[in-house]
């Protein structure tokens, strides 16, 4: 006997679907958990591909939900390393501490800043966040006082993490830690995109004059997200200080807003795993052609995203991935094709 | 009891060119209105300062008695007012099931539930069921909406200003673009809008027109040439000079 399925039971069902877990999801945090065990002598590279993949995944609200596009994240980034360092250099040894308090400054200079961004065209809001991120990186390099200026920011001292975890030598800790941090963030934006909330950020990205024609406060719903994604990247720039125990105006750099965007590129926007794939894949193929060339570094990155934005990221990645199409999209990566 | 939407002076101009001009209208609650003029008489501009999309030059705006001529476009749709739009603006990326979704749950105040899992509440899906039912989209609802065909885009714009439970409903040419053969669709939705709910139409098809209205106002230049019963109107030898002229040049 066949059960008839009711309407209102079939919107359930595909509205359900839309967040359920996929079995690659579950074998890649296993393999990255794994990994914390498997590959000792690489976890300082490892540590450096879950903090970008945090910064990434923060981008990822802005750019691949919510459509807003930006080529100075390092702003908050930034703010969060000096945050979380400043802290620790002052005595304050708990790092989940530095984090909390890294995504309160970097989320209170997003909340007042996401006011730049709330109208104008993409290029206005590039233009807008490339001089937030200047500003900042110019405040930091004048309170030399408190920030070492070009010499950087010294003496961060971690104590264990959670009182209990010390900080290694080889970086194992500092991995996990990381890779900690990065799933529980990636659990809360998982949830938070597949929520009403996160909806109407798609509908935003999507069409704004028709998001606001059906009473969704356009304004309201970006100044959220962009102060969520602030938030994020402070956390991402706190777990570098605090895993590397440096600070530098590095962290502030216009470079890091181009990286982040790239590796975000080269991911995919609007699936959350982009991000992380994205920063895989950048520092496997950096590391690379570092060896190979290591003074050409920006060469290749400035012709990878030539040849990205030129030929269409889908297509290239088509092209060169196509035996891993069918898994990406088990990702739940989306298909939009024109 | 207050119009269901009145306006009085409204006023727009773009640089030199007067869209809008000193157009003062009256919609009576439950309503069957029809906005009609020829091509560029401004009637597009005209919802567009209604709805808060265009901020009008002068002039105010009153729903159901109320100022609204300050507030921004997702709080008058709040209070009860809703539209379509003459070239379709949709969510692309997002499925009808989503999309009318969003706007039952934006109406309800669940919106901006940011730890809920869409889905999740049976008041929101009883209605979406029912809207997607009324508006024929049930068989089109997990399909993606940029693949949709035309006329079931068409019909999504209404049912999801519909789904926003209006109070006054501004439709700018609902059937524009429609291939014959589904344009009896359309309009059937668009009859069978609850009466309660003050229509404004927009349409260049006068049968259309006489069939659904029972008030008719004319714009030409963007100021309000003519206003009256379906009678008057169609009676008024001017009006007729302006549609015919229409006709000659197209
Ligand atoms: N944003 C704008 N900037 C400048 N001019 C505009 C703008 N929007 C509309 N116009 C002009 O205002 C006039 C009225 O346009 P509108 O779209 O309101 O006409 P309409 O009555 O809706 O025409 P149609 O029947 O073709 O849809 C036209 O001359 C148009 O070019
Ligand atoms: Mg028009």
């Known amino acids: 006997m066949t059960i008839p399925h009711p309407p209102a039971t079939r919107v359930t069902a595909a509205l359900a679907r839309r967040g359920r877990w996929r079995l690659p999801e579950v074998a890649f945090w296993a393999l990255a958990l794994a990994a914390l065990f498997l590959l000792p002598g690489r976890y300082l590279i490892l540590n450096e591909i879950a903090i970008l993949a945090l910064f990434a995944l923060s981008l990822d609200l802005l750019l691949g939900y919510s459509g807003i596009v930006s080529l100075g994240h390092a702003a908050f980034f930034g703010l969060g390393a000096y945050t979380a360092g400043l802290l620790a250099r002052h005595g304050v040894a708990e790092p989940v501490v530095g984090l909390f308090a890294a995504a309160g400054a970097a989320a209170l200079v997003g909340f007042a800043t996401s006011f730049l961004v709330l109208r104008g065209s993409d290029l206005t809001r590039i233009m807008v966040t490339i001089g937030v991120a200047l500003v900042l990186g110019e405040i930091a390099n004048r309170m030399a006082w408190l920030t070492g200026g070009a010499d950087g920011l010294q003496g961060i001292v971690m104590g264990p993490v959670l009182g209990t975890f010390e900080?290694?030598?080889?970086?194992?800790?500092?991995?996990?830690?990381?890779?900690?941090?990065l799933f529980v963030l990636f659990l809360l934006a998982r949830r938070i995109v597949h929520s009403p909330f996160g909806l109407s950020l798609c509908a935003i990205r999507d069409n704004p004059l028709r998001a606001a024609a059906v009473g969704i406060p356009v304004g309201g719903r970006l100044v959220a997200v962009y102060t969520l994604a602030a938030a994020y990247a402070g956390v991402a720039g706190a777990l570098l200080a605090q895993?590397?125990?440096?600070?530098?105006?590095?962290?502030?750099?216009?470079?890091?807003?181009?990286?982040?965007?790239?590796?975000?590129i080269i991911g995919g926007t609007g699936y959350l795993y982009g991000g992380i794939i994205g920063a895989v894949l950048f520092r496997l193929v950096q590391d690379e052609l570092a060896n190979l060339t290591?003074?050409?570094?920006y060469f290749w990155v400035g012709l990878i995203l030539v040849v990205l934005v030129l030929v269409g990221r889908e297509r290239v990645v088509a092209t060169l991935a196509a035996p891993f199409a069918g898994l990406l999209?088990?990702?739940?990566?989306?298909?939009?094709?024109? | 009891m207050a119009p269901a939407l009145r306006t009085i002076g409204l006023h727009k101009n773009f640089g030199g060119l007067v869209a809008t001009a000193d157009v003062s209208l009256t919609l009576e609650p439950g309503a069957?209105?029809?906005?009609?003029?020829?091509?560029?008489?401004?009637?597009?501009?005209?919802?567009?300062?209604l709805t808060g999309v265009l901020t009008p030059s002068a002039g105010r705006i009153l729903l159901e008695g109320a100022d609204i001529t300050g507030e921004s476009a997702h709080r008058r749709v709040r209070r009860g007012l809703a539209r379509t739009f003459q070239i379709n603006q949709l969510f692309r990326d997002l499925t009808p099931l989503e999309t009318i979704g969003l706007a039952v749950s934006e109406r309800q105040g669940t919106g901006r539930d940011w730890w809920r899992r869409v889905g999740t509440k049976g008041a929101v899906i009883g209605e979406i069921v029912a809207i997607a039912e009324r508006f024929g989209l049930g068989d089109a609802l997990e399909e993606r909406t940029a693949t949709l065909p035309y006329g079931k885009q068409r019909l999504l714009e209404i049912a999801i200003a519909f789904a926003c439970r209006p109070r006054v409903l501004l439709l700018d040419e609902?059937?524009?673009?429609?291939?014959?053969?589904?344009?009896?669709?359309?309009?059937?939705?668009?009859?069978?809008?609850?009466?309660?709910?003050?229509?404004?139409?927009?349409?260049?098809?006068?049968?259309?027109?006489?069939?659904?209205?029972?008030?008719?106002?004319?714009?030409?230049n963007g100021a309000l040439f003519r206003d009256g019963t379906v009678e008057e109107i169609a009676r008024?030898?001017?009006?007729?000079?302006?549609?015919?002229?229409?006709?000659?040049?197209?």
């Open chain 1, 167 to 181: 900080f290694d030598l080889w970086g194992q800790t500092a991995y996990g830690y990381s890779l900690a941090v």
């Open chain 1, 243 to 264: 895993t590397t125990q440096f600070v530098s105006l590095d962290v502030l750099e216009f470079h890091r807003s181009a990286d982040v965007l790239l590796v975000l």
């Open chain 1, 294 to 297: 290591p003074q050409y570094w």
């Open chain 1, 329 to 338: 999209r088990r990702f739940g990566r989306p298909v939009r094709e024109a």
């Open chain 2, 32 to 49: 069957r209105h029809a906005l009609i003029g020829p091509n560029g008489a401004g009637k597009t501009t005209f919802v567009n300062l």
């Open chain 2, 174 to 220: 609902p059937a524009a673009g429609v291939p014959e053969a589904e344009r009896h669709e359309i309009l059937a939705a668009v009859a069978a809008l609850p009466r309660d709910v003050a229509v404004l139409l927009i349409e260049h098809d006068m049968d259309l027109v006489f069939s659904f209205a029972d008030r008719i106002s004319v714009l030409v």
């Open chain 2, 236 to 250: 008024d030898p001017a009006v007729r000079a302006v549609y015919l002229g229409e006709e000659a040049d197209a």
